[in-house]
């Protein structure tokens, strides 16, 4: 059974930090470039970040670069989200994917608010 179990949200204050888990399971984790991506509330899927499957290459989107580092660790079937200089803007639910198509996990909540 494939599993994506994302956590390590929570409520942080603007300029605040916070890093996002994404525990996986029930497929080649190390066969699969994995992504971040997120759902802010009213709005439709944004696309965070990327990191190729063996992590040698990493990819953010515009407004996510120099704030955001993506990595993995391979022997835990472990993707993380490193989030520094947190806005308001980046507050939403936080999902991880793979390239192949599988289920959706249920999300972790970011909230950044004072």
């Known amino acids: 059974e494939v599993q994506l179990v994302e956590s390590g949200g929570g409520l942080v204050q603007p300029g605040g930090s916070l890093t996002l888990s994404c525990a996986v399971s029930?497929?080649?984790?190390?066969?699969?470039?994995m992504s971040w991506v997120r759902q802010a509330p009213g709005k439709g899927l944004e696309w965070v970040s990327a990191?190729?499957?063996?992590?040698?290459?990493?990819y953010y989107a515009e407004n996510m670069k120099g704030r955001f580092t993506v990595s993995r660790d391979n022997s835990k079937n472990t993707l993380y989200l490193q989030m520094n200089g947190l806005k308001s803007e980046d507050t939403a639910v936080y999902y991880c994917?793979?390239?192949?198509?599988?289920?959706w996990g249920q999300g972790t909540q970011v909230t950044v608010s004072s």
């Open positions: 994917r793979p390239e192949i198509e599988v289920p």
């Open positions: 029930g497929f080649r984790f190390d066969d699969n470039g």
């Open positions: 990191v190729s499957w063996n992590g040698g290459r990493t």
